[in-house]
């Protein structure tokens, strides 16, 4: 590996609570357990706050050059929590050179969990979504297209409330008289994982418990024949319908909503 690479390597780490974005802020350090860092080694810093970091969050928008690291015990950077589980643990910091901004707000516009990984200060100085970051093809974006290409109405990234403190959020909702399809784009890096199948498939449970119809595309399939995934999405919207004794009227449908 060339050094260059190395010092243009950005990873990006995950911010969790307020309390620690204001360290990375004022104190200019990040910490990662030491049985969690990672092999590679990198030239930059970029931080992905959560959503219940408040308007910032669910995005990145800091970055800064590694300058130093060392070792040190969680119990000495933060003696004001010395009964959490992991205060005696040995913690790898980050020593951070000049806080800066990104160019653009980096937006996690998707469901996609965010972890540690790497990007290029190429790619983190010019992204606007997570997605970029790491070269993951714009599923939901080709599949949007193409359900407005055919006329079908969809809402986008939409809210399904279970609970008070808990909800789905659909990558399209198709709404139409009697039905309801829930469309989903699988990028198959993550969705491939075995834990994530798992959770797929309770939350496609949940939802044909609650009346929906739910179809999922692989990213191969979207890539290869988004106009054929879109062509499914429709005959399961008038298959709905027939057995509900409802009409389709594509043309009517895509104008009154």
């Not at 307020?18 to 860092?37: A, G, W």
């Not at 005696?88 to 050179?97: D, F, R, T």
């Not at 389709?248 to 009154?256: H, M, P, V």
């Amino acid at each position: 590996i060339k050094l260059n690479e190395v010092k243009e390597r950005v990873l990006i780490g995950v911010v969790r609570r307020k309390k620690d974005l204001r360290i990375i802020l004022k104190e200019h350090y990040y910490r990662i357990p030491l049985r969690r860092c990672p092999v590679q080694r990198f030239g930059y810093l970029a931080f992905y706050e959560v959503s219940r970091l408040g308007e910032e969050g669910k995005s990145i928008n800091y970055y800064a050059r590694l300058k130093t690291k060392s070792e040190v015990r969680r119990i000495e950077l933060l003696p004001d929590e010395p009964e959490h589980p992991r205060a005696e643990e040995i913690y790898h910091v980050y020593h951070l050179g000049r806080i800066q901004r990104t160019p653009k707000r980096i937006e996690n516009r998707s469901r996609r969990r965010v972890s540690f990984g790497f990007t290029t200060r190429e790619k983190l100085l010019h992204s606007e979504e997570i997605s970029q970051l790491f070269d993951i093809p714009p599923l939901e974006d080709i599949m949007a297209k193409e359900l407005k290409r055919q006329k079908i109405q969809a809402y986008r990234e939409y809210p399904l409330r279970l609970a008070k403190t808990y909800r789905y959020r659909l990558d399209f909702a198709i709404i139409y008289q009697k039905s309801k399809i829930a469309v989903e784009c699988d990028n198959e890096k993550w969705h491939g994982r075995p834990s994530q199948k798992q959770k797929d498939r309770i939350r496609d449970n949940t939802l044909r418990r609650m009346g929906w119809t739910v179809l999922r595309f692989k990213g191969k399939e979207i890539l290869k024949n988004v106009s054929g995934c879109v062509d499914r999405v429709e005959k399961a919207l008038k298959r709905n319908l027939l057995t509900k004794g409802v009409e389709y009227d594509k043309l009517q449908r895509n104008t009154k909503e």
